[in-house]
């Protein structure tokens, strides 16, 4: 009887780990931009305001060299997070956020086109 619980357990052990790792693929793993289709999308969205060939000021500050520099104009530290926050919600120095305006892939692309610059 005893033997029986135990290929039961493993059984139900190997599904539900099955289960997580289809979920993590499916759902929770987010996946990289696409720096290409970034670059087209900041084209008409952003260019208007940010240079992508030099880090002069047009409207917004210019992004070349962005991920290498040690903190954004906000002073906080350049990071994934840090600038996905700022092209979500915008600044208060002028900047409008673009979460209701792009899809998270959009976003993501855009995010992974501003480490190419």
Known sequence: ?????RNVSACAGLLLAGAA???TASFGAAK????????DTFSSNCDVCHNTDSD????GPGLKGLFKRANLNNKKKVSDANV???INKGSP????????LLS????????AYL???
Not at 1 to 5: K, S
Not at 56 to 59: G, P, Q, S, Y
Not at 93 to 100: I, N, Q, S, Y
């Open 1 to 5: 009887m005893i033997g029986n619980y």
């Open 21 to 23: 790792l289809f979920v």
């Open 32 to 39: 990289p931009g696409d720096a290409a289709k970034g670059k």
């Open 56 to 59: 002069e000021t047009k409207v």
């Open 84 to 86: 996905m926050d700022l």
């Open 93 to 100: 120095a002028g900047m409008p956020g673009f979460e209701d």
């Open 104 to 111: 998270d892939r959009e976003r993501a692309d855009v995010l």
């Open 115 to 117: 480490k190419t610059l």
